[in-house]
């Protein structure tokens, strides 16, 4: 249990780290592509966790990164909305017998399918409402949509890229 605690909060600020020092001032295709790689993070929560605390991880998360991005609650109010599906996300991809605790929500523990299902609505709901809570208005609809589609494929490409350098690195041991 320990264990689990200490990983979790350790991906977490390496996740932060990365993200406010080196994602965040990327400008990629003129602001088209906006590499989100901390809602890894949230992606990979265990199964085990109650509902009030991935919400309450949630909006944790999200004011630390709005903390470090100078943005008051925009990321706080679309890492609440990520865990609030997440839940719901979990219900619905629920297997027959129900999680197995000793695994993870990774690729390496469910499958490519089930992991690109899961984080692939997660990830493009939070680039979506981070991108409208952004500009505040709806006038300019199918560019935002464009703009979060695209981050969002980036940013699950991203998150896959992760998880399989570190699973291959904690394989070879």
Known sequence: MIGKVLANVLRFL??????????????????????????????MLPFELPDWA???VGFFAGMVMDL??????MHTSACVLMAFLRIWMLRLLRPR???D???????????????????????FVHHLWL???EIYR??????????ASLSAVFTLALCMLVQTLFTRASRSR
């Open 97 to 99: 017998d129900g999680y």
């Open 14 to 43: 390496l996740l932060v780290l990365l993200q406010a020092l080196v994602l965040d001032h990327l400008d990629l295709a003129n602001g088209w592509l906006v590499p989100y790689l901390y809602v890894l993070f949230l992606l």
């Open 138 to 147: 709806f006038n300019d609809f199918g560019a935002t949509l464009l703009r």
């Open 68 to 73: 470090f991005s100078s943005t008051p609650g």
């Open 54 to 56: 991935q919400l309450l």
């Open 101 to 123: 605790h000793t695994r993870s929500p990774t690729i390496a523990d469910m499958g490519i399918a089930w992991w690109i299902t899961f984080a692939a609505v997660l990830v």
């Open 131 to 133: 991108f409208f809570v």
